[in-house]
């Protein structure tokens, strides 16, 4: 430690000598003598400014004047302070060291006296000035420091500051601070939870302070900071610690958690759901929608953060909602707004509903006991798989009752009806009409059902053709083209399941690619293609079709081969566009990524294995380039989220050697906000009426196209030569600044006032805005501005023009009564008839 100590003070005293050595050998002294290199150490009687660094040691000769008699010896006077003298022969000399921290300089008057003692030479104005030495270890204004910090809380944002005095110069080095953290307790992750700012001593939490402070783990954080002097910069920097203790509290601000709610409520409205809470008092609360453009909702929020629903909600209209609340202040939002999550939960308050107005089914009139007919199904628009929407059923009624009531059976779960009795005749009862009940628990909904008994299916259909041969087709034929029409025949009892036919591929068809569509009046068949058709991976297909009826068969009939036919289609190549694997992308980047970033990288192929090249389409600001060959996309320009934000451009592949065939992608580039722009005026003048009363303000509307910019935080100066500085002030009260006159006689003109706005973001963006201050005559507290010329006649001027006409009438007045006057002199009429009288006059304007 010991060895540490004497290699500084080593290093330190070359410092403060090295160059002097030099410069004053002799006297062994710090004189600051760079000004002229000519070695000075003596010189005739005159002004003279030394320059000397604090803290040498005592004992040292500073300069010899040299006089001539008269003048025989020198006389010191003013800030000797007990240190400088004047010592034989006219050597200038301090018996102490000198401390900048007591005195900056030293001002001293020399004069020459002669052999009685009387002043014949000066007085000389000596002036020694002191230098700085870092000879003070910088101290924090505390012993320790606590704060409070909000979980949440935005990082960068000081929520407390710590300060450190150093005695030194502050325009050196030596009264430079710098704070640092060096470590806090406990640190449980990898990265610091907490920054200070070196300059400033604000605390803030660091991203990771941001997502991992909890209270809930750990409430209390002791920083361990430290302070340089030295502007940090250097190994012989004096250095102070400090300890900061920060209580981690709860963020209140935060959202409610999903919110549930039965719909079709029947309590009064509003009722309150859900509470947010700002984290200190005096917000106000507003809710906004998700969606632009905004939508009603039926939510309100009061200003003590109670979230309120207002109208019965419908389960069956809209489900959840998801919606915004906002914290204010004077139209200001504090901070980024939380998300509500309600959910609206089902009751049962809707009845079930009948498919169709009647539900028709077939039955054979051969169909024997217990066989199967069909499913009837009801809905409910109350919550699916709930019971809510569970229905039950059952057959409340049927006609006609032949052969006996309760021919058919309805399962009560399943809707499944079965027959009970082979007991069936077309000629006795050709249908059967039932009413089904559908319950769900609290409704009741009765449906209507037909039960048609048609003649037995006895007869299968047959093909007119066992082979439909071949069909050539191109790949690019649309989805949806009928290639082929066939036919097949029944005989059983038109327009019902026994005669009517449903044709499939049984074979030779895995992918589904053909359909065929039954014409119901003449059970045609329209083979149709139903998938995009590729060469490249199937170009043949041996297609097995078969006919079949809806019903059953009777029994000893089958369906043999007359009911079968084939066809063969064969798919021809065709030069197809490239293909795209992705038909759009969407990235999303940071508006100010330097250009040449790599965006994404587009792929396509061409079926026909040609080689493709790459290009953008609409690429209207240039801001993007494309590699033709690799199809790698970069940015080619500085991007700005405020002028265009999402960019879309489309990816064109096109076959290198047929430039007809291409096709495109849709890329869309989300610009991502950086705060880039700096606050501009909203409204660019303001007045003061004139005369100026004192006291009066005008608030400076600002904005910022960035997203995050909260103005609160906004910090102005006001810019401009002296005359500006003395006649106004910008001030900020909390949320809004003002702009206020310091001079109360400014004349009425209008005047450009500089300010400078930073809005302390990251990083932060300052820009120069011009605010025209109007100082104007006002009428009815507005700004009067004289219309020259003007059609219609001013007050000033109406009041000018009453004015003379009441001077005209007051002239005549006045003739008429000197007459009458002069009339009857003799009477002594004392009457007082002044018209224009000041005071007269004065009432009027
Ligand atoms: C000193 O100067 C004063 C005034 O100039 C004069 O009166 C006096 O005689 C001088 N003394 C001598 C010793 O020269
Ligand atoms: C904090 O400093 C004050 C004096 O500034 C002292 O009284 C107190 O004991 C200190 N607390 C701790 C925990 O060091
Ligand atoms: C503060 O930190 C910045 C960046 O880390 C550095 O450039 C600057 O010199 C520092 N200033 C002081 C006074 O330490
Ligand atoms: C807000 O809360 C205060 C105190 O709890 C209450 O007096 C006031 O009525 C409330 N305001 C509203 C709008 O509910
Ligand atoms: C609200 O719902 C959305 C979408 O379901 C979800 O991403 C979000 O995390 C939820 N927010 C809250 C606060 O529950
Ligand atoms: C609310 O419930 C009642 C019965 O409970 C029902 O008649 C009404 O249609 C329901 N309203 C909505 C909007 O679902
Ligand atoms: C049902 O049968 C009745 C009498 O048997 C008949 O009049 C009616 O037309 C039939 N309805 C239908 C839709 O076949
Ligand atoms: C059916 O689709 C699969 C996968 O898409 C494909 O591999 C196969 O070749 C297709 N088969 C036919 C006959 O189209
Ligand atoms: C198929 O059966 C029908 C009668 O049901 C008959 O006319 C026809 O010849 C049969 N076809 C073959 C190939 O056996
Ligand atoms: C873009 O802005 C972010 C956030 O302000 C910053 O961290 C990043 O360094 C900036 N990038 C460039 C290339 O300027
Ligand atoms: C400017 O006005 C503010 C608020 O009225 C006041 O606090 C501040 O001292 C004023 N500044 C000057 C330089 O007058």
């Given at each position: 430690m010991t060895f540490i100590g004497h290699k500084r003070e080593g290093l330190k005293m070359f410092k403060l000598y090295g160059a002097h050595i030099l410069c004053l050998l002799l006297l062994l002294q710090q004189v600051d003598c760079q000004a002229n290199d000519k070695v000075q150490i003596d010189g005739p009687l005159e002004n003279k400014d030394f320059f000397v660094k604090e803290g040498s040691q005592g004992g040292m000769m500073l300069y010899r004047f040299i006089f001539q008699p008269p003048v025989v010896s020198l006389r010191l006077t003013g800030d000797t302070d007990g240190i400088i003298e004047i010592v034989s022969d006219g050597v200038l000399y301090l018996n102490k060291a000198l401390d900048w921290e007591t005195k900056k300089v030293h001002k001293l008057q020399l004069e020459g006296l002669n052999a009685s003692g009387q002043k014949v030479q000066g007085p000389y104005f000596i002036n020694i000035y002191v230098e700085d030495i870092n000879d003070n270890p910088p101290t924090f204004e505390k012993n320790n420091y606590t704060g409070t910090v909000r979980q949440?809380?935005?990082?960068?944002?000081?929520?407390?500051?710590?300060?450190?005095?150093?005695?030194?110069?502050?325009?050196?080095?030596?009264?430079?601070?710098?704070?640092?953290?060096?470590?806090?307790?406990?640190?449980?992750?990898?990265?610091?939870?907490?920054?200070?700012?070196?300059?400033?001593?604000?605390?803030?939490?660091?991203?990771?302070?941001?997502?991992?402070?909890?209270?809930?783990?750990?409430?209390?954080?002791?920083?361990?900071?430290?302070?340089?002097?030295?502007?940090?910069?250097?190994?012989?920097?004096?250095?102070?610690?400090?300890?900061?203790?920060?209580?981690?509290?709860?963020?209140?601000?935060?959202?409610?958690?999903?919110?549930?709610?039965?719909?079709?409520?029947?309590?009064?409205?509003?009722?309150?759901?859900?509470?947010?809470?700002?984290?200190?008092?005096?917000?106000?609360?507003?809710?906004?929608?998700?969606?632009?453009?905004?939508?009603?909702?039926?939510?309100?929020?009061?200003?003590?953060?109670?979230i309120y629903v207002t109208e019965p909600l419908d389960r069956e209209k809209k489900e959840s909602y998801s919606f915004y609340v906002y914290a204010k202040e004077e139209g200001i939002s504090l901070s980024y707004p939380v998300t509500v999550n309600v959910t609206v939960e089902d009751i049962n308050d809707n009845p079930p509903v009948c498919n169709k107005a009647l539900t028709k089914f077939e039955v054979q009139e051969n169909e024997v006991a217990g066989n199967y007919i069909g499913t009837f199904q009801a809905s409910d628009a109350d919550k699916e798989g709930t019971i809510n929407s569970r229905l039950h059923y059952d057959i409340v009624y049927q006609n006609p009752k032949i052969p006996v009531d309760k021919l058919f059976r309805i399962d009560f779960g399943t809707g499944n009806i079965n027959i009970l009795q082979s007991a069936l005749n077309r000629q006795e009862a050709s249908n059967y009409s039932l009413k089904v009940e559908v319950t769900d628990q609290v409704f009741k909904t009765v449906c209507d059902v037909l039960i048609n008994v048609i003649d037995i299916n006895d007869q299968i259909p047959i093909f007119e053709k066992s082979d439909y041969g071949d069909v050539t087709l191109p790949e690019d034929r649309r989805v949806g083209t009928v290639i082929l029409e066939i036919q097949a025949t029944d005989g059983d009892e038109p327009f019902t399941g026994s005669s009517q036919i449903i044709y499939t591929v049984t074979n030779g068809d895995p992918n589904n690619t053909f359909s065929i569509r039954t014409d119901p009046k003449t059970n045609r068949g329209y083979v149709t293609i139903n998938k995009v058709l590729d060469f490249e991976t199937t170009p043949m297909y041996y297609l097995d079709i078969g006919a079949t009826n809806p019903e059953p068969l009777v029994l000893g009939t089958q369906y043999n081969s007359s009911s079968f036919t084939k066809l063969r289609v064969a798919v021809t190549d065709v030069d197809e566009v490239p293909v795209f694997l992705q038909k759009t992308y969407t990235v999303e980047m940071l508006e100010n990524v330097t250009f040449g970033t790599f965006v994404m990288k587009a792929r396509a192929y061409d079926p026909e294995g040609a080689q493709i090249k790459y290009s953008l389409k609409n690429n209207n600001r240039n801001w993007l380039r494309i590699d033709p060959l690799s199809g790698s996309i970069y940015t080619a320009a500085l991007m700005d989220r405020e002028t265009e934000s999402p960019y879309v451009v489309q990816i064109v592949a096109t076959e290198q050697t047929r430039a007809s065939k291409s096709s495109m992608a849709q890329l869309t580039l989300n610009l991502k906000d950086v705060n880039d722009n700096p606050p501009q005026l909203e409204k660019d003048s303001v007045f003061f009426c004139h005369p100026l009363q004192g006291n009066q303000k005008a608030k400076i509307d600002v904005h910022d196209p960035d997203i995050y910019s909260y103005i609160p935080k906004f910090s102005y100066v006001l810019l401009g030569d002296n005359t500006v500085q003395n006649n106004w002030n910008v001030s900020k009260d909390g949320l809004h600044a003002y702009i206020s006159p310091k001079n109360i006689n400014l004349e009425e003109k209008d005047y450009d006032i500089p300010i400078k706005i930073n809005d302390n973001g990251r990083p932060p963006m300052e820009g120069v805005v011009y605010l025209k201050v109007k100082v104007c005559r006002c009428v009815e507290g507005r700004c009067f501005i004289p219309t020259d010329p003007s059609p219609f006649p001013t007050v000033a001027t109406a009041i000018g023009i009453l004015v003379a006409v009441l001077i005209v009438i007051g002239v005549i007045l006045g003739i008429v009564f000197l007459r009458l006057k002069r009339k009857s002199q003799s009477q002594q009429i004392s009457t007082k008839a002044n018209p224009a009288s000041p005071a007269e006059l004065q009432s009027l304007t």
């Amino acid at each position: 430690m010991t060895f540490i100590g004497h290699k500084r003070e080593g290093l330190k005293m070359f410092k403060l000598y090295g160059a002097h050595i030099l410069c004053l050998l002799l006297l062994l002294q710090q004189v600051d003598c760079q000004a002229n290199d000519k070695v000075q150490i003596d010189g005739p009687l005159e002004n003279k400014d030394f320059f000397v660094k604090e803290g040498s040691q005592g004992g040292m000769m500073l300069y010899r004047f040299i006089f001539q008699p008269p003048v025989v010896s020198l006389r010191l006077t003013g800030d000797t302070d007990g240190i400088i003298e004047i010592v034989s022969d006219g050597v200038l000399y301090l018996n102490k060291a000198l401390d900048w921290e007591t005195k900056k300089v030293h001002k001293l008057q020399l004069e020459g006296l002669n052999a009685s003692g009387q002043k014949v030479q000066g007085p000389y104005f000596i002036n020694i000035y002191v230098e700085d030495i870092n000879d003070n270890p910088p101290t924090f204004e505390k012993n320790n420091y606590t704060g409070t910090v909000r979980q949440n809380s935005r990082p960068g944002k000081p929520f407390m500051y710590i300060k450190a005095i150093d005695l030194d110069d502050p325009n050196t080095l030596n009264g430079q601070l710098s704070y640092r953290l060096r470590n806090h307790f406990p640190n449980p992750f990898q990265e610091m939870l907490f920054q200070v700012d070196n300059v400033t001593g604000a605390i803030s939490t660091t991203k990771a302070g941001h997502q991992y402070l909890d209270p809930a783990q750990e409430r209390e954080y002791v920083l361990d900071v430290e302070v340089y002097d030295m502007a940090g910069q250097s190994i012989n920097a004096f250095s102070a610690s400090t300890d900061v203790r920060v209580t981690v509290l709860e963020n209140l601000w935060k959202s409610p958690g999903l919110v549930k709610i039965k719909e079709n409520s029947t309590e009064p409205h509003p009722i309150s759901i859900a509470q947010v809470q700002w984290n200190y008092p005096g917000a106000y609360y507003e809710i906004s929608s998700k969606e632009t453009p905004s939508v009603k909702l039926p939510f309100m929020v009061d200003n003590n953060g109670t979230i309120y629903v207002t109208e019965p909600l419908d389960r069956e209209k809209k489900e959840s909602y998801s919606f915004y609340v906002y914290a204010k202040e004077e139209g200001i939002s504090l901070s980024y707004p939380v998300t509500v999550n309600v959910t609206v939960e089902d009751i049962n308050d809707n009845p079930p509903v009948c498919n169709k107005a009647l539900t028709k089914f077939e039955v054979q009139e051969n169909e024997v006991a217990g066989n199967y007919i069909g499913t009837f199904q009801a809905s409910d628009a109350d919550k699916e798989g709930t019971i809510n929407s569970r229905l039950h059923y059952d057959i409340v009624y049927q006609n006609p009752k032949i052969p006996v009531d309760k021919l058919f059976r309805i399962d009560f779960g399943t809707g499944n009806i079965n027959i009970l009795q082979s007991a069936l005749n077309r000629q006795e009862a050709s249908n059967y009409s039932l009413k089904v009940e559908v319950t769900d628990q609290v409704f009741k909904t009765v449906c209507d059902v037909l039960i048609n008994v048609i003649d037995i299916n006895d007869q299968i259909p047959i093909f007119e053709k066992s082979d439909y041969g071949d069909v050539t087709l191109p790949e690019d034929r649309r989805v949806g083209t009928v290639i082929l029409e066939i036919q097949a025949t029944d005989g059983d009892e038109p327009f019902t399941g026994s005669s009517q036919i449903i044709y499939t591929v049984t074979n030779g068809d895995p992918n589904n690619t053909f359909s065929i569509r039954t014409d119901p009046k003449t059970n045609r068949g329209y083979v149709t293609i139903n998938k995009v058709l590729d060469f490249e991976t199937t170009p043949m297909y041996y297609l097995d079709i078969g006919a079949t009826n809806p019903e059953p068969l009777v029994l000893g009939t089958q369906y043999n081969s007359s009911s079968f036919t084939k066809l063969r289609v064969a798919v021809t190549d065709v030069d197809e566009v490239p293909v795209f694997l992705q038909k759009t992308y969407t990235v999303e980047m940071l508006e100010n990524v330097t250009f040449g970033t790599f965006v994404m990288k587009a792929r396509a192929y061409d079926p026909e294995g040609a080689q493709i090249k790459y290009s953008l389409k609409n690429n209207n600001r240039n801001w993007l380039r494309i590699d033709p060959l690799s199809g790698s996309i970069y940015t080619a320009a500085l991007m700005d989220r405020e002028t265009e934000s999402p960019y879309v451009v489309q990816i064109v592949a096109t076959e290198q050697t047929r430039a007809s065939k291409s096709s495109m992608a849709q890329l869309t580039l989300n610009l991502k906000d950086v705060n880039d722009n700096p606050p501009q005026l909203e409204k660019d003048s303001v007045f003061f009426c004139h005369p100026l009363q004192g006291n009066q303000k005008a608030k400076i509307d600002v904005h910022d196209p960035d997203i995050y910019s909260y103005i609160p935080k906004f910090s102005y100066v006001l810019l401009g030569d002296n005359t500006v500085q003395n006649n106004w002030n910008v001030s900020k009260d909390g949320l809004h600044a003002y702009i206020s006159p310091k001079n109360i006689n400014l004349e009425e003109k209008d005047y450009d006032i500089p300010i400078k706005i930073n809005d302390n973001g990251r990083p932060p963006m300052e820009g120069v805005v011009y605010l025209k201050v109007k100082v104007c005559r006002c009428v009815e507290g507005r700004c009067f501005i004289p219309t020259d010329p003007s059609p219609f006649p001013t007050v000033a001027t109406a009041i000018g023009i009453l004015v003379a006409v009441l001077i005209v009438i007051g002239v005549i007045l006045g003739i008429v009564f000197l007459r009458l006057k002069r009339k009857s002199q003799s009477q002594q009429i004392s009457t007082k008839a002044n018209p224009a009288s000041p005071a007269e006059l004065q009432s009027l304007t």
